[in-house]
């Protein structure tokens, strides 16, 4: 290794699936140029081994919900949101009851669909990831409104 060379010691070695060659430096400590104090550098490299299943969370700081949400499953993680939802959606009135004509039942509740701006993610970008984990992002002020998910009018009872 070019480490040796260059008259430094070989502190942690770290491994992580990353797409492309094998044994690439992703990251190091410290950086590149960088004065040292020690003549010791920690390297992160890739592997292919597991390349699939981890990788390198992104930010989702500053994206919309929308955004980061598709952005977090495309990658196979589970979103949880925090904030951004009402604490309680009023329930529709109830439809008044006319005698001698069916009653329709109500039309259930639409879901609720957290809006706003990631302020916060957790795990923080950088963490080693993979297929499944779950990634809580936090909704900014702006994320204290809620936009409801209309669904498709039912079609109205014929009568007989």
Same mark, same amino acid.
């Given at each position: 290794m070019e480490i040796?060379? $260059?008259q430094l010691d070989l502190g942690t070695?770290?491994?992580i699936g990353a797409p492309g060659d094998a044994e690439m430096t992703l990251a190091q400590t410290p950086p590149p140029n960088a004065g040292v104090d020690q003549p010791r550098v920690n390297l992160l490299l890739s592997s292919?081994?597991?390349?699939?299943?981890a990788f390198v969370l992104p930010s989702f700081?500053? $994206?919309s919900f929308g955004a980061a949400n598709r952005a977090a499953i495309g990658l196979g993680l589970k979103v949880a949101a925090i904030g951004g939802v009402p604490a309680a959606v009023p329930a529709p009135a109830p439809a008044p009851v006319v005698p001698g004509q069916p009653v329709v039942p109500a039309a259930p509740a639409a879901p609720v669909v957290p809006s706003g701006v990631v302020t916060e993610q957790s795990p923080e970008s950088g963490f080693k990831a993979s297929r499944g984990d779950v990634v809580r992002?936090?909704?900014g002020a702006a994320g204290a409104a809620a936009v409801p998910v209309?669904?498709?009018?039912a079609p109205a009872p014929v009568a007989h």
């Open positions: 040796r060379k $260059m070695l770290a491994h292919s081994v597991n390349a699939s299943s700081v500053g $994206m992002l936090t909704l209309v669904p498709a009018a």
